[in-house]
């Protein structure tokens, strides 16, 4: 007799009980996620995380107190194996954005159909992004040129890259083949589109992917978007 895979734990963080009430009556209905906590504000969050050290955070966004980019980027920098995804309430707007370049994962609408929240967390608890590189690469361009340039925002808030003069440096580590599929991907390719560009198979594509992801320290391909980004690769 096997054992039951691990469930994916989540902390549901909001300042509205019903709406947390809504998405652990969701998570609850499968059997690989499992609430663990939640907060109602950013510090509860923070405070919660450290304690349950979740899978998964999802994060409201405008709550009062600490909001939920200032709770992502103090998240991301004390618990890094946590993934974060943004509440929002409209597509590509500032928050959204902010959340991305404060450490999180990926992105979700309030008002997302459950399959999609599901889908979303299952997608950023391993390893991927909840938001497609296409619609990350929209947001960069939309509200990218607010940020200074070269300044620490332009870049994930967590990795060493975010620090002066690190970018040419982990460039450096990579193969050529692996600056061409890290361009690629800041350019919103998926990776059957990678493939395609380079002759490749999907899992050779993969495999590149989790290398560039490894010698940059970053957490996902949303944070190597951002990343190529504030590096003036695209």
């Known amino acids: 007799m096997t054992d039951a895979p691990a469930r994916i734990r989540v902390l549901l963080v909001d300042d509205q009980q019903l709406i947390r009430l809504g998405m652990r009556m969701v998570i609850e209905s499968y059997d690989d996620l499992e609430v663990v906590g939640e907060a109602g504000d950013g510090r509860e969050a923070i405070a919660a995380t450290a304690r349950l050290t979740p899978d998964v955070v999802l994060m409201d966004v405008r709550m009062p107190g600490l909001d939920g980019i200032e709770a992502t980027r103090a998240i991301v920098a004390a618990n890094p194996t946590s993934r974060i995804i943004i509440l929002t309430t409209f597509d590509l707007d500032e928050y959204a954005f902010a959340g991305l370049s404060a450490g999180a994962s990926g992105f979700l609408l309030k008002d997302a159909q459950p399959a999609e929240l599901v889908a979303a967390i299952r997608a950023v608890s391993s390893g991927d992004a909840a938001v497609s590189p296409r619609v990350t690469r929209k947001l960069l361009e939309l509200f990218g040129p607010q940020l200074p340039a070269g300044g620490a925002d332009a870049r994930p ?65 949303v944070q190597a978007v951002i990343f190529a980004y504030g590096a003036g690769l695209v």
Do not use: C, Q, W, Y
């Open 157 to 221: 808030a967590a990795p060493a890259p975010g620090s002066p003069g690190a970018a040419p440096a982990l460039l450096a580590t990579l193969t050529e083949r692996e600056h061409e599929v890290l361009v690629a991907m800041a350019e919103g390719l998926t990776n059957s589109e990678i493939a395609a560009r380079f002759f490749l198979s999907e899992s050779t594509v993969k495999t590149h992917v989790g290398r560039v992801l490894m010698k940059l320290e970053l957490r996902d391909r």
